[in-house]
């Protein structure tokens, strides 16, 4: 079912904390809402489930306007931060709660909750309480809970946030592949970039109620439309310079640095934010730069330098394990021109 | 559990303090079956006669219909408060109310008021509605003064259920009212019960409505049935008597104390766990 927000609008009393917000859900795609805290992307997720009412424009799923309809009506399944269980109730009743409310026969509750079960893995659970499973196993019956009624959208408000780092890993392809195999179409909230860009076919970063960009991951991390959007991507982060255009370069106090071929002609003095990812840095490239490493920082798999070459200017490489190069030394590591992410005084792309 | 400081002068001192009440207290059960001879404080004689009052009617007047009395005034408010409590207690903590603060300190003022200073107010009321000197005038009296105090308590305890609870209820389909019926209910039934066993212990206990407000009706509860029976006036007087009543009276809420302490406890720590 494809979800569409026209011109969404919410506001909190006087506060307006999201203007006139377009987007797009396809059928059966799995899109992750990106932002930091308070960026009004748990507003949106909640508006779209009917916990929070609009106060303006539309909110379709398929064709059918769902904005006035109150949260019953609407055949959401929402996942909770915390799971939100029913303490009091069996795994088996919690997953029957949907149904049962609805009045469908107990035959019926009894095959759709089993097979629900069987797809999160949870049939061994069935006649535990919520108190007696583990994060990961009360995370799958909230999925069960929440996809037993087989819902035209899945929504998941950061549905790892309370899990510990392995359970995470394990519980981020989960979700995936029972997304992928119910073909329900699912919007996820997060704050963390690894987990919409693993997850999710398309991300819409949001910031201050807007919505900055929408696109699929690779595209996102590639081509950013913004400073913003450039450093919330990525880890190691992005490497942020302020300087200005000089000679079709880019220069910041004595420092020269490449531009991309295309900003040859950019006029003398505009000030430019150049973004440098730590893997463009050292690799490959044309033009080499030389300075001292100041920081050494093995990740196992990688290790990434900090390399001063000018007073308060770093930059940032991530490469395969080396161990020929200390701190204090001197390299001389070459800069992949084109790839560099240049931004206006405004953030935007040039 | 490791101390920091040496317990038993605290013991000490705590004992000396209550010495006089347990001593009395056990005083008042062992005169119960006993008897002693006159001026002497150790008893003599083991007996049941000054229990005969369960049976024989003649020596202070019917002790069961009294009791019925007090119990049905007793659970009558116990259904009363529950309910309404319940659901006004829901009400606040969660509905968006018009005049919500207005009502949340109303009910606190309420809960503090010294009842005694409305008495004029409810005689007024009473006499005017005809309920004066009748059962259930004294009966929803006495609920209305405990109604503040119970829907603050479960205020308190839906206060503690999580809202998302709520939120995935409605979003799995249900009714606000299923919701509340099926999901929240359950998580508050712990302040339900201790509301329930406290409000029945105020019950039992109260002298003061019924003997107020009903004077001269053909009813007792046991409170004024003990105080007619302690009345050092009439001829029938006997001391051991008047103290086999007043255990007998007592007996039902220190039986309810001693099963639900745990549970009464709750009620001031102000909610559930998990």
């Avoid at chain 1, 424009?57 to 269980?85: C, H, M, T, W």
Wanted: hydrophobic share 45%.
């Amino acid at each position: 079912m494809q979800v569409t927000l026209k011109d969404f609008t919410k506001a909190f009393d006087d506060l307006v904390v999201i203007d006139k917000m377009n987007l797009t859900v396809k059928d059966g795609e799995m899109l992750a809402l990106l932002g930091p805290s308070g960026c009004g992307k748990s507003t949106t997720l909640f508006a779209i489930c009917g916990i929070h009412r609009i106060n303006g424009g539309q909110i379709l799923f398929g064709d059918r306007d769902v904005g006035e309809l109150p949260s019953q009506k609407r055949n959401v399944g929402v996942v909770f931060q915390n799971y939100a269980l029913y303490p009091h109730l069996t795994v088996f009743d919690n997953i029957a709660f949907p149904l049962s409310v609805r009045g469908d026969s107990e035959q019926a509750i009894d095959r759709d909750v089993r097979a629900m079960a069987a797809m999160t893995h949870i049939e061994d659970l069935l006649h535990r309480r919520p108190s007696q499973l583990s994060g990961g196993q009360q995370q799958r019956v909230a999925l069960a809970r929440a996809l037993v009624r087989k819902p035209d959208v899945l929504l998941l408000d950061e549905p790892l946030a309370n899990l510990d780092a392995k359970l995470r890993l394990e519980m981020r392809s989960e979700i995936r592949r029972i997304q992928l195999e119910t073909g329900i179409t699912a919007i996820l909230v997060t704050h963390d970039q690894v987990e919409a860009m693993s997850m999710c076919d398309r991300i819409a970063i949001m910031n201050k109620g807007e919505i900055l960009q929408v696109a699929t991951p690779t595209e996102m991390y590639r081509a950013p439309v913004s400073k913003f959007v450039a450093g919330f991507l990525g880890n190691p982060p992005i490497v942020m310079l302020e300087g200005r255009a000089e000679a079709g370069r880019f220069a910041i106090d004595s420092v020269s640095l490449p531009l991309p071929a295309r900003l040859a002609s950019t006029p003398e003095g505009t000030p430019i934010s150049l973004g440098i990812r730590p893997e463009h840095f050292g690799r490959e490239g044309a033009e080499a730069i030389s300075g001292v490493v100041s920081f050494v920082e093995p990740q196992g798999r990688e290790t990434l330098f900090d390399v001063t070459i000018a007073q308060g200017v770093v930059l940032r490489s991530i490469q395969p394990v080396r161990s020929d190069i200390a701190l204090g030394s001197s390299v001389s590591w070459v800069l992949d021109t084109e790839h560099l992410l240049p931004f206006d005084a405004n953030g935007q792309v040039l | 559990m490791s101390r920091n400081f040496a317990f038993w002068p605290i013991i000490l001192v705590l004992a000396l303090i209550t010495a006089p009440l347990a001593i009395m207290y056990l005083f008042l059960a062992i005169d119960t079956v006993t008897t002693s001879a006159p001026g002497s404080f150790w008893p003599t004689r083991f007996t049941l006669e000054h229990w005969r009052f369960l049976w024989d009617a003649k020596l202070t007047g019917d002790v069961w219909g009294p009791t019925a009395t007090t119990f049905i005034f007793a659970s009558t408010m116990v259904v009363i408060v529950l309910t309404v409590s319940s659901t006004a207690g829901y009400a606040i903590s969660r509905l968006n109310l018009p005049f919500r603060r207005l009502f949340l300190s109303g009910i606190l003022v309420m809960h503090a008021f010294p009842a005694v200073t409305l008495l004029i107010g409810v005689f007024l009321v009473l006499q005017f509605a005809g309920l004066y000197n009748t059962l259930i005038g004294v009966i929803l009296v006495k609920t209305g003064f405990s109604i503040p105090f119970g829907v603050w308590i479960m205020k308190g305890f839906y206060d503690q259920v999580p809202w998302e609870i709520e939120m995935a209820g409605v979003q799995d389909g249900a009714s606000r009212f299923t919701v509340w019926w099926r999901l929240i209910l359950p998580q508050v039934k712990p302040g339900l019960l201790s509301l329930g066993i406290f409000v029945f212990i105020d019950g039992w206990s109260e002298f003061m409505l019924p003997r107020i407000l009903a004077p001269s009706s053909n009813f007792d509860v046991l409170s004024t049935y003990l105080n007619r029976v302690s009345d050092p006036d009439t001829a029938q007087y006997n001391f051991n008597l008047v103290k086999s009543v007043g255990l007998f009276y007592t007996l039902p809420i220190l039986a309810l104390y001693a099963v639900f302490q745990n549970r009464l406890m709750n009620i001031f720590s102000g909610g559930t766990k998990g």
